[in-house]
Structure formats: structure tokens, C-alpha cells
């Protein structure tokens, strides 16, 4: 622990800074595992659901409260995956709109990187768009978000496992290799892991491997054992894991992410909500930092929760004592495990050590 002094007149206790959420909002940030679906602007979302004519609550705090995860809920993995409604949109400018208004709003956390990963089937299901165009739709709004928001943003595709076999998965994939383009860094496979593990979709795996344009994050070990996530880097080749909270069952385990450098992505709010880990206290984040586990801190889903990627980081000051240096050192390792070409990564850090110093400096009064 430091503490931040100014001409050793002033002192500001370091813990006073990081377990401070309107201090913590200004720190850097790099997330690599949010959801699109579950990032919603809800002001957005509200005028967009009146004007389409659904059945939601007139005034924008009950509205709120009808999309979000109950506060008082007990964990509840079904109720929390019952909140992704994709009955909003009508038309693609819908899409377009609530996307670039989700994006540019994750400035409020930050974020000098954001690595974002949508559901093209979420967004054209229902009005059966075509799934090129809503890609592009997509991507083009996640980039005019993003310069809204002055961050930087790359995209992942997410295949559900639960609504898609490993062949309409391949067939989803030759669609978003013929649409997008370098924005496009990566897959996600998500969805329910209890009933379709990740074998299922070796084929489909077998195919990102050997095109080699996308790298892979899968869900594992968020509400099943840690073999799903040897599974899920053995033999589907993930570079990252989604969750990954199982791997403190396993030391063996956590050896092998150390030397194949696989990073977890973790998410404490959303992991005590879905049940994933029995509450935030206790969660696995600080011993796996401390066994030297690659981990990564992120919001997944943070309207549906009702919180913010800030409130993840000050809990995780709260519960394991992180300073300043710790996150320092967790970010950097998330722009080293994030999707980008080297050369990205390399101004990507430098932006992040530009932007931590100005953060120091405004610490000091
Ligand atoms: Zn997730």
C-alpha cells in the first residue's frame, strides 16, 4: 500500500481511493468480457420499447426495475438468463441505436479498451433480419459508440450452445467470415454449460483452429467443474476463459493456465447472481490472483445486474485488498490476453500508462 502525498502536506490513505466508486470510476479500464445483450441503456431501451408498442412500465424506474436482476434475489441462474428479452427491435435503425448508445455509455466506467461480444442471432431473430447485414449493423454502431465514448472497441461472436448444434454453428460462422472484418477479433461460445459441454462443438472448434482467424474465449467452470475448462483449452484451443471460477478446485489446473498464459475472465457480481460462486466475499478472484493464475476483472452483463464495472472493481478492493498496483497489473495483463494484433497492444499499453499517470496525478488532492 502507498499512500499519495503532495508536498507531504496532504495524505489520501490508499485503501480511501480504491474502495471510493466515484474515485475508481476514472481509473483505466480494460474489459474483455461484456455482453452487448446485457449492457443495455435503459433510457434508450425504454423510449425504443413505448415506441414499438410492448407491454412495459410507463415511467423509467419501474421500467428499470422490470429489466434488471431483483437486488433482494436470491442466486438464480434461470431467472437471471430469463432477463435477455430480444423483442425490442423493429428495425435495424433500432438496432443500431440502442448499440451505439450501450457502447458510448461504457465511458462512464473508463474504459480505455472495451472487448465486446454479441449474439448476431439475438438481434435477428425475431424480425428474421438478415444476419450479414445485422453483423455489420452491429459493428458499425459498436464504432460509433466507441468514438462517442473515446475508447477503444473490438468485437467477439458469440455461438450459443444451447440454441445452436455445432453445424449451424459452422453455418453462423461462414456468415461472419464473409461479413465482418478486422473488427472482428474473436468467438465466444456461451450459453447453458450444465447441458451442452463443450465437446459437443469440437467440430466447430476444429474449423476456428485451422481457418485461424478468430481466437476463442469459452464459458467454462462457471457452474460445472474445472474438467470442462481443460476441455475448453486442450482441445478447442481457448486462448481465454469465460469465468473459469471452477479452476480454484483444481492446482493442477492452475498450473497449466500459468504456462499456456490463459487468462480467466471474471465477474463477481454476475458470478454471485447466477449462482456461479456462493457469495462475493469469498470469491476465487483474490486467491488465483495470488496462486499467480492469469485473471482478468469484468462487469459480463452489467444492466441486467444493476451494477457497474466500477462496483466490481471496488468490491475487489473491499474483499482482497487490491492497491492501485494490483490493478494496474491486472489491466496490463488484459490488454496482453485481449484479441488485438501486437502492434495495437503495444499503443494500447501506452495509452493505458498515459492514462494511469494522469489518474495518480488526480489522486494526490
Ligand atoms: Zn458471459
Sequence with gaps: MHEY???????????????????MRAFPKVELHRHLEGTFHVPTLHTMALRN??????????????????????????????LFRNDWYRSLDDVSLIVSNSVAS?????????ELRFSPEHFAAVNDFDRA?????????????ASKGGFRARSLITFNRSKQSAEEMIDLYRIVDAASDERVVGVDLAGDELNFPPELFRPFFDLVQSEGRYRSTIHAGEVTGPEQIWEAVDRLGASRIGHGV??????????????????????????YQTGSWVDQE??????????????TLNSDDPTIQNSTLTD???????????S?????????????????????????????GERLRTFRDEQKT
Excluded at 461504457?106 to 472495451?114: S, T
Excluded at 479452476?247 to 493456465?257: A, R, V
Excluded at 470469491?283 to 499467480?292: D, V
Design 312 to 322: 466490481d472493481y471496488v468490491k475487489a478492493a473491499r474483499f482482497f485488498e487490491l
Design 106 to 114: 461504457a465511458a462512464d466506467d473508463g474504459i480505455v479498451y472495451l
Design 282 to 295: 469469498s470469491h476465487p478472484f483474490g486467491r488465483l490472483l495470488e496462486a499467480g493464475v492469469p485473471v
Design 5 to 23: 502525498s503532495v508536498n507531504n502536506e496532504s495524505l489520501v490513505d490508499e485503501t480511501t481511493i480504491t474502495r471510493d466508486a466515484a474515485r
Design 246 to 271: 471452477a479452476s480454484l478446485q483444481d492446482s493442477k489446473l492452475q498450473e497449466h493456465l500459468r504456462e499456456k498464459k490463459v487468462a480467466l475472465e471474471l465477474c463477481i457480481t454476475s458470478n
Design 133 to 145: 447485414t445485422v453483423i455489420r449493423t452491429v459493428l458499425d454502431a459498436v464504432d460509433e459508440g
Design 53 to 82: 408498442g410492448l407491454d412495459v412500465p410507463k415511467d423509467l424506474d419501474s421500467f428499470a426495475a422490470s429489466v434488471q436482476f431483483p437486488s433482494d434475489s436470491e442466486p438464480d441462474f434461470l431467472k437471471f438468463l430469463s
Design 324 to 352: 492501485i498496483d494490483d490493478f494496474e497489473q491486472i489491466n496490463r495483463l488484459a490488454i496482453e490476453s485481449s484479441f488485438l494484433p501486437d502492434n495495437e497492444k503495444v499503443s494500447l499499453l501506452e495509452e493505458f
